[in-house]
C-alpha cells in the first residue's frame, strides 16, 4: 500500500490547486492507457514515445504540461464512470446510477461505495482513475477509504482518513495521490462505518478513459 495517501480539502487549494490536481489525475490515467493499449499516446503527444517506460513520473510531467496547452489526445475519449442499469462501466450492472452504500448497519464493517456491487469489474477498455471524494451525510458515518484490487478481501492500495473532514464547511476533498484501476481490473472501494446510518452517497470523483468513437453509455 502506498503510504503518501491523504486528503486536501477544497478550502484549502487554490483555483490553480484544483486545476493542477484534476490535471496530474487526467495525466496520470492517460500515462497507464498507453501502458494498457488503449489509444496510441505516443503519437498523439510530441515527445513521449523518447520517454523511458520506466520514467513514469516523467512521462505523467510531460503528459501534464501538453493538457496545460488545452490540447486533448485525438485517440483516447475521457467521461465520468457511468455505474447505471444498461449504461454501465462494469461486467456486471448495478441497479444505481449513483455511488450510494448499502445501510450502514454494523460499526468497524466496509461497506462498498457501490451497493450493488461489492467487487466491481471494469469492462475491456475501460480505465478509472479516482482523485477525490465528497459525502452529502451529517453527521458523517463513515471514518476511512479504502481502495482494494482482487474484490472486497483483497490488497489495499491506498486508504484515506475521512475523519478529519467532519468540522470542515464542505465536506470534499482531493487526493494526494490518484487511484488508477484497469480494464477487467476487479477492485473494491469501501468505507469504514462508525456511524449506524442508512445508505450514504459517497461520491468518487473520477476520470474514466476509453478508445476514442466508442459508444460511452
Not at 501538453?66 to 442499469?85: A, H, M, N
Not at 475491456?124 to 471514518?143: E, H, Q
Not at 475521512?162 to 464542505?170: A, E, H, I, P, V
Not at 476487479?186 to 476509453?210: M, P
Request: net charge negative; charged share 20%.
Amino acid at each position: 500500500m502506498s503510504q503518501r495517501n491523504y486528503l486536501v480539502n477544497v478550502e484549502d487549494a487554490s483555483l490553480s490547486d484544483k486545476v493542477k490536481f484534476k490535471r496530474y489525475a487526467l495525466a496520470a490515467g492517460l500515462e497507464r492507457c498507453e501502458v494498457k493499449g488503449i489509444g496510441d499516446l505516443n503519437a498523439d503527444i510530441p515527445g513521449l514515445q523518447s520517454t523511458s517506460d520506466a520514467d513514469k513520473a516523467g512521462r505523467v510531467d510531460l503528459i501534464a504540461k501538453y493538457l496545460e496547452t488545452g490540447k486533448w489526445p485525438r485517440s483516447i475519449d475521457q467521461r465520468e464512470l457511468v455505474t447505471g442499469p444498461a449504461r454501465t462501466d462494469f461486467v456486471a450492472a448495478t441497479a444505481l446510477d449513483e455511488m450510494v452504500t448499502a445501510p450502514l448497519a454494523v460499526i468497524g464493517t466496509a461497506y462498498s461505495c457501490f451497493q450493488a456491487i461489492a467487487a466491481p469489474q471494469l469492462i475491456i477498455n475501460r480505465l478509472t482513475v479516482f482523485y477525490g471524494i465528497s459525502i452529502n451525510a451529517a453527521p458523517d458515518p463513515v471514518s476511512y477509504l479504502l481502495f482494494r484490487t482482487g474484490g472486497a478481501l483483497g490488497n489495499v492500495i491506498a486508504m484515506f482518513d475521512l475523519q478529519g473532514q467532519d468540522t470542515r464547511l464542505q465536506y470534499d476533498a482531493f487526493f494526494s495521490e490518484p487511484v488508477v484501476y484497469d480494464p477487467q481490473q476487479v477492485f473494491a472501494v469501501q468505507v469504514l462505518c462508525k456511524i449506524v446510518a442508512a445508505a450514504t452517497r459517497v461520491h468518487l470523483h473520477n476520470f474514466t478513459f476509453g478508445p476514442t468513437g466508442q459508444t460511452i453509455l
